[in-house]
Protein backbone atom coordinates (compact mmCIF):
# COMPACT_ATOMS: atom_id res chain seq x y z
CA UNK A 1 0.00 0.00 0.00
CA UNK A 2 1.30 3.48 -0.57
CA UNK A 3 0.02 7.18 -0.39
CA UNK A 4 -2.80 8.47 -2.71
CA UNK A 5 -0.86 11.20 -3.86
CA UNK A 6 -0.38 11.76 -7.98
CA UNK A 7 -3.65 9.45 -8.24
CA UNK A 8 -5.96 12.44 -6.86
CA UNK A 9 -3.99 14.98 -8.81
CA UNK A 10 -6.66 16.56 -11.43
CA UNK A 11 -9.69 14.71 -10.23
CA UNK A 12 -12.60 16.78 -10.20
CA UNK A 13 -15.17 15.02 -7.53
CA UNK A 14 -16.96 11.80 -7.45
CA UNK A 15 -19.54 9.67 -9.81
CA UNK A 16 -22.00 7.92 -7.30
CA UNK A 17 -24.41 4.79 -8.89
CA UNK A 18 -27.65 4.62 -7.38
CA UNK A 19 -27.22 0.94 -6.34
CA UNK A 20 -23.83 1.19 -5.10
CA UNK A 21 -24.66 4.42 -2.81
CA UNK A 22 -27.84 2.30 -1.12
CA UNK A 23 -26.09 -1.03 -0.94
CA UNK A 24 -23.07 0.47 1.11
CA UNK A 25 -25.83 1.82 3.65
CA UNK A 26 -27.47 -1.45 3.89
CA UNK A 27 -24.92 -3.58 3.91
CA UNK A 28 -22.42 -1.76 6.13
CA UNK A 29 -24.13 1.38 6.95
CA UNK A 30 -22.24 3.78 5.55
CA UNK A 31 -23.52 6.86 3.81
CA UNK A 32 -21.63 8.86 0.98
CA UNK A 33 -20.42 12.02 2.86
CA UNK A 34 -18.75 9.48 5.25
CA UNK A 35 -17.23 8.00 2.45
CA UNK A 36 -16.54 11.29 0.66
CA UNK A 37 -14.48 12.29 4.13
CA UNK A 38 -12.92 9.31 4.09
CA UNK A 39 -10.79 9.57 0.72
CA UNK A 40 -10.52 13.58 1.33
CA UNK A 41 -9.34 13.24 4.56
CA UNK A 42 -5.37 12.71 5.27
CA UNK A 43 -3.68 9.91 6.33
CA UNK A 44 -4.90 8.22 3.68
CA UNK A 45 -3.58 4.58 2.42
CA UNK A 46 -4.46 3.48 -1.32
CA UNK A 47 -3.09 0.54 -2.89
CA UNK A 48 -4.45 -1.51 -5.69
CA UNK A 49 -7.46 -3.82 -5.30
CA UNK A 50 -5.88 -7.63 -5.25
CA UNK A 51 -8.82 -9.76 -5.64
CA UNK A 52 -10.38 -8.13 -8.96
CA UNK A 53 -9.56 -8.90 -12.51
CA UNK A 54 -12.26 -6.83 -14.58
CA UNK A 55 -11.18 -4.30 -17.02
CA UNK A 56 -10.87 -0.90 -15.56
CA UNK A 57 -7.96 -1.21 -12.20
CA UNK A 58 -9.54 -1.04 -8.61
CA UNK A 59 -8.19 0.24 -5.68
CA UNK A 60 -8.76 0.03 -1.97
CA UNK A 61 -8.13 3.07 0.20
CA UNK A 62 -8.11 3.38 4.16
CA UNK A 63 -9.22 6.39 5.74
CA UNK A 64 -11.46 8.51 7.99
CA UNK A 65 -13.93 9.99 8.19
CA UNK A 66 -14.57 13.33 9.95
CA UNK A 67 -16.37 11.30 12.83
CA UNK A 68 -12.91 9.13 13.28
CA UNK A 69 -14.87 6.12 12.20
CA UNK A 70 -11.93 4.25 9.56
CA UNK A 71 -13.26 3.54 6.53
CA UNK A 72 -11.81 0.66 3.68
CA UNK A 73 -13.32 2.40 0.22
CA UNK A 74 -13.51 0.33 -3.12
CA UNK A 75 -13.14 2.61 -6.23
CA UNK A 76 -11.82 3.10 -9.76
CA UNK A 77 -11.33 6.35 -11.26
CA UNK A 78 -12.96 7.28 -14.57
CA UNK A 79 -12.11 10.08 -16.37
CA UNK A 80 -11.68 12.39 -13.36
CA UNK A 81 -13.48 11.64 -11.06
CA UNK A 82 -13.85 9.07 -8.23
CA UNK A 83 -16.46 6.08 -8.62
CA UNK A 84 -17.15 4.58 -5.23
CA UNK A 85 -17.80 0.60 -5.75
CA UNK A 86 -17.56 -0.43 -1.92
CA UNK A 87 -17.42 1.62 1.60
CA UNK A 88 -17.67 -0.57 4.88
CA UNK A 89 -15.36 -0.71 8.25
CA UNK A 90 -11.99 -1.67 7.94
CA UNK A 91 -11.17 -5.15 9.17
CA UNK A 92 -8.81 -6.22 12.17
CA UNK A 93 -5.96 -6.34 9.64
CA UNK A 94 -6.79 -3.17 7.55
CA UNK A 95 -7.03 -1.41 10.67
CA UNK A 96 -2.97 -2.82 11.30
CA UNK A 97 -1.76 -1.66 8.37
CA UNK A 98 -3.26 1.55 8.27
CA UNK A 99 -1.37 1.60 11.53
CA UNK A 100 1.69 0.56 10.62
CA UNK A 101 1.40 2.95 7.21
CA UNK A 102 0.17 6.08 9.39
CA UNK A 103 2.94 5.10 12.19
CA UNK A 104 5.54 5.39 9.69
CA UNK A 105 4.78 8.13 7.60
CA UNK A 106 4.68 10.53 11.01
CA UNK A 107 8.24 9.04 11.58
CA UNK A 108 9.48 10.15 8.39
CA UNK A 109 7.61 13.60 8.72
CA UNK A 110 9.12 14.10 11.87
CA UNK A 111 12.40 13.10 10.60
CA UNK A 112 12.70 15.69 7.70
CA UNK A 113 11.81 18.48 10.11
Do not use: C
Not at 28 to 35: F, G, I, K, P, Y
Amino acid sequence: MGDLGDLLAGLAGFEWDDGNSDKNWRRHEVRQAETEQALLNTPLVVGAASKHRGVEPRFIALGQSDAGRLLAVVFTVRGTRIRVISARAMSKKERDIYGQVTAESEADSEIQE
